[in-house]
């Protein structure tokens, strides 16, 4: 079946935030005026949503199936999921219809994986996950830095956004050359060099009683089965914030909370999304030896 040019959306004055009165079709039109910046993020890749079918309020999951009562035009790709215990048809979002009707079931955040369907085995982004203590930030901040500093002179190109929530994320594009094995290693192995030049700012400790107040790396992002929140893609949050790109020389002076549902459609000539975009048409790099020793 030929993919739709529009989409209906049902019940379009439904409050999917309801504090910031945020219809559905307020959440469907934000999702089409950044379409053209997050499907690239998207395209071919294995999706795992969370729902929101009655609003923040209301009872949120994840999903990785997609719903039988998918149209026939939803592209989906199969693949076990561990989790489940089972093969699971993924949806894939490779265009703005598809990215519309996720948004009119009420998928509010976006999570693809490192790999695309033509060669799952593949991975082709290394994320570095950037946790705080208590919501603060400027160690986020500090943190992330350091991680630049480290990237750089490992001499990787590196792409910079906020989580929408408390975080920050690093990722570095990367050929598909890598097993999931090797991508896992190469991010316990960063974490490590990072740790090393700062053991005082982060740690690599899960529990959050064992991180003494540092900033959680989490290379476990890179793992068989992760995913990364996908760049514009709102959070379940009560403030509708949104994952947001952005450049190394604007981060000690941003506020996360200041990207959201709301406002990120005006925001899309900051040099964050102009930096993905030309993101975009760079080629993909190696990763260096020192990672994979």
Not at 41 to 61: F, K, M, N, Q
Not at 71 to 77: A, E, G, H, L, M
Not at 144 to 159: F, M, N
Not at 186 to 213: H, N
Request: overall charge neutral; aromatic content about 6%; charged content about 30%.
């Amino acid at each position: 079946m030929t993919t739709p040019t529009t989409v209906e959306v049902t019940r379009p004055d439904k409050l999917l935030w309801p504090a910031l009165e945020i219809t559905k079709q307020r959440y469907v039109d934000y999702l089409r005026s950044v379409s053209d910046r997050m499907l690239p993020w998207l395209r071919d890749r294995p999706l795992t949503l969370v729902r929101a079918p009655d609003g923040i309020g209301g009872e949120t999951y994840y999903q990785k199936d997609t719903p039988r009562y998918a149209p026939s035009w939803i592209k989906t790709v199969t693949l076990p999921a561990p989790s489940a215990k089972r093969d699971v048809a993924y949806t894939v979002c490779n265009d703005a219809s598809t990215l519309a009707w996720l948004g009119n079931q009420a998928a509010l955040e976006f999570h693809p994986a490192p790999v695309r369907r033509d060669q799952l085995w593949k991975p082709d982004q290394l994320t570095v996950d950037l946790d705080p203590p208590d919501d603060a930030f400027d160690a986020a901040v500090e943190a992330a830095l350091l991680v630049l500093e480290v990237t750089d002179d490992l001499g990787l190109q590196t792409l910079v956004k906020t989580t929408g929530g408390k975080g920050l994320h690093v990722v570095m594009p990367i050929r598909r050359d890598v097993s999931p094995e090797q991508l896992r290693q190469a991010a316990v192995r960063l974490t490590e060099i990072v740790q090393e030049r700062r053991p005082d700012l982060v740690t690599a400790e899960f529990r959050k009683a064992d991180r003494g107040g540092k900033v959680m790396l989490d290379p476990s992002r890179n793992s068989t089965g992760a995913t990364v929140v996908a760049p514009y893609s709102p959070r379940a949050r009560d403030d509708a914030t949104v994952s947001f790109p952005v450049v190394p020389e604007e981060l000690r002076s941003i506020d996360p909370s200041a990207f959201t549902v709301s406002t990120v459609a005006d925001l899309l000539d900051r040099p964050g999304p102009k930096r993905w975009r030309e993101a975009e048409r760079q080629p993909a790099q190696r990763l260096p030896r020192e990672l994979l020793r």
